[in-house]
């Protein structure tokens, strides 16, 4: 099967009704995590750089976000007082198992996105840093609505965007100064697109009909 950017819309598409219809917004929740699975699976099915460096700084990514996660829900000194809920999955200490999974995911969507752009090493850095504020901005405004987390006071505080910024500059890093070629993975630059906009549309259905 080739995942196209159609493929991608319409597998989005299917997700904003599972979401908005009344008598399956419990299966939207429940499948969320296998959704986020797939999503990842599909960057990995199309990346082809499997030196032994880009295992291991995969590998880096995945336990020392979790662990920034895992610290900071228990402690509510890195990113601000929050929980998280149902709506990732499993959890380990508070924590959900594919939020390491899903901070890669990120970086590399994003770096995907920058890298045919930017030619210049540091503004691919610091640009795929912006693109992963950019995104959280919003998706911490749906992420309740979606059971995944709930910050104490409703949105969450500069720290978090703050840590947010800084542990992105050094994943990107990592992918800018070991070479980790993205360029050819289009369905992972599609996936981030599409997603934000999915986000949107929640977001703008939640201010227009309040779920």
Request: aromatic share 20%.
């Amino acid at each position: 099967m080739v995942v196209d950017r159609a493929w991608i819309i319409r597998f989005y598409a299917v997700g904003y009704l599972l979401f908005v219809l009344p008598w399956t917004h419990n299966w939207f929740v429940a499948l969320t995590p296998l959704s986020l699975l797939l999503a990842i699976g599909v960057v990995f099915y199309y990346h082809t750089d499997w030196r032994p460096i880009v295992w291991l700084w995969f590998a880096f990514i995945i336990v020392s976000s979790f662990g920034l996660e895992m610290i900071g829900v228990n402690s509510g000194a890195v990113f601000g007082v929050y929980r998280y809920e149902d709506g990732l999955g499993v959890k380990w200490n508070g924590t959900p198992l594919i939020i390491g999974l899903n901070w890669l995911f990120l970086v590399y969507a994003s770096r995907a996105l920058v890298v045919c752009r930017l030619h210049t090493t540091w503004l691919r850095i610091v640009t795929g840093a912006v693109l992963m504020i950019v995104y959280d901005l919003l998706l911490e405004w749906v992420a309740p609505l979606m059971r995944m987390w709930y910050f104490e006071g409703g949105y969450p505080p500069p720290a978090n965007f703050i840590t947010w910024f800084i542990a992105a500059l050094v994943y990107h890093t990592g992918f800018e100064f070991l070479g980790i070629q993205t360029a050819s993975n289009a369905p992972a630059r599609w996936l981030f697109v599409v997603q934000w906009i999915f986000f949107l549309l929640i977001a703008m259905y939640n201010l227009l009909f309040s779920v």
